[in-house]
């Protein structure tokens, strides 16, 4: 007996789609793959060396989220059901919540330390997989409220009462494997600026410049920017995972561990089963397709052939105009007396 998991439908590229999820995770937790992110997308990184970065700069251990969830629906009848006033819910490092908002997972959630001013920014690293499915909204949105998310989780754990001049700023970089049409090898930042609609003066952007969201596309075309070649080539190139750690090593500087191979085999593995069952499942639907098409063009012939009878053409005209043989000409003609 047929299974799901015997198709080429949603069920089994979901599952496919997850596991490559969670070895890219595991291999984005790398503190040296962080350190050329920041360096190339946090402009207050700008500046650091690659291994500063990584060696004194992030704080900790990244905290990774291997779930597949990525936020919970509402809770704000929590409280109302309950009676009870709202309280904020601590968990693990990488998920916030609170009765009334809900709780928020992030795939990868890490501090750092600004080289410039040694103050601390928090910054969440999400990733859509390779050929993810469209998710109907922009992804854009998505990552601006996992910012705001990490904003408002700072109450009463980075500040307390009316504090807020203790708000740490937060980025939310999105790394798409699936580009969108025309926007493969781009990177676009949204952040917030003062624009002055009357007036002198100027607030210090220290105070406003608290939220910022990176979208990162890459798509299949080759590209000479050195964090989209990188990532490209961990993500979403098609070489052997061999020839991929020689080049991490000799023009990234980057020396993989045993667990950290494991993982980039296991991504190339899984995008080739994926990239294989997406496109069985293209010709399916084409096949389907084709035979629609077919099903209803034979129907406009057989409409056109008995039109033609009901007006007395001549059955050699009928066959010439229509391409039906003589013989399904009569069958028409008995069908109609």
């Not at 002055?196 to 100027?202: A, N, Q």
């Not at 593995?269 to 084709?290: C, F, H, Q, T």
């Not at 001549?314 to 008995?334: F, Q, S, V």
Request: aromatic share 6%; proline share 2%.
């Amino acid at each position: 007996m047929k299974t799901k998991s015997d198709t080429v439908d949603g069920v089994f590229l979901d599952d496919a789609n997850a596991a490559y999820d969670k070895a890219a995770k595991r291999f984005l937790s790398m503190k040296i793959l962080l350190a050329w992110i920041l360096k190339y997308l946090v402009e207050e990184f700008r500046d650091a060396a690659i291994k500063d970065i990584a060696e004194k700069y992030i704080e900790g251990e990244p905290s990774l989220n291997i779930g597949t969830v990525p936020v919970d629906a509402d809770l704000t009848n929590a409280a109302k059901n309950t009676g009870k006033a709202p309280k904020n819910i601590r968990g693990a490092r990488n998920e916030n919540s609170s009765v009334t908002e809900g709780t928020a997972l992030f795939d990868i959630l890490f501090r750092a330390i600004v080289p410039a001013t040694g103050e601390t920014i928090a910054l969440i690293i999400n990733i859509e997989p390779q050929r993810t499915v469209r998710t109907g909204y922009s992804l854009v949105r998505r990552g601006l409220y996992y910012a705001c998310r990490l904003i408002s989780s700072q109450k009463e754990t980075e500040f307390s009462g009316e504090d807020y001049g203790n708000i740490k700023k937060v980025y939310t970089i999105w790394l798409v494997m699936d580009a969108p049409e025309g926007g493969s090898n781009s990177i676009r930042r949204y952040e917030i600026r003062e624009k002055l609609l009357h007036g002198h003066g100027h607030e210090d952007a220290k105070n406003y410049d608290l939220l910022v969201a990176v979208m990162v596309y890459l798509g299949n075309k080759a590209t000479r920017h050195r964090l989209l070649r990188l990532l490209r080539l961990i993500f979403l190139d098609k070489l052997k995972a061999d020839e991929k750690k020689d080049i991490l090593r000799q023009e990234y500087d980057m020396v993989l561990t045993p667990v950290m191979e494991k993982e980039m085999a296991k991504m190339g593995s899984l995008a080739e089963g994926i990239a294989e069952r997406a496109a069985i499942k293209a010709e399916k639907r084409g096949e389907r397709r084709g035979e629609r098409r077919g099903v209803n063009q034979g129907q406009d012939i057989m409409l056109k052939a008995l039109e033609m009878l009901k007006s007395n053409v001549p059955l050699e005209k009928i066959c010439r105009d229509t391409g039906c043989t003589m013989d399904r000409l009569n069958k028409l003609r008995a069908l109609t007396l």
